[in-house]
């Protein structure tokens, strides 16, 4: 990435080498980064993440909005009828590919 570079991260902790990312913020090599997920959650109270001063930490919601509980309640739904039914479910896991 280049200087002027954020990183942002909304998705799965685990994505960036965290040692790494400190590293690259605190020498400058990226401008600075958004977090909402990190290696390890909650984001301890000690990680250095939370005091530097180009690092925006958010609590693991930034997906979420005033519809998201509406949305998951739909998908229950129609996974329960599905299920009666003996239809393949929609949004199943894949354990193989942790997600």
Excluded: Q
């Excluded at 993440?49 to 693991?60: D, G, Q, R």
């Amino acid at each position: 990435m280049k200087p002027t570079a954020c990183f942002v991260c909304v998705s799965r902790g685990g994505i960036a080498d965290d040692d790494a990312l400190l590293d690259a913020l605190r020498r400058g090599e990226i401008a600075g980064a958004g977090l909402d997920a990190h290696g390890v959650e909650p984001l301890p109270p000690a990680s250095p993440f939370w005091s530097l001063p180009n690092v925006i930490v958010t609590p693991h919601n930034g997906a979420t909005t005033r519809e998201t509980a509406g949305r998951g309640l739909d998908i229950l739904l129609d996974n329960l009828g599905r299920f009666v039914r003996g239809e393949p479910l929609r949004n199943v896991v894949d354990k193989a590919a942790g997600y």
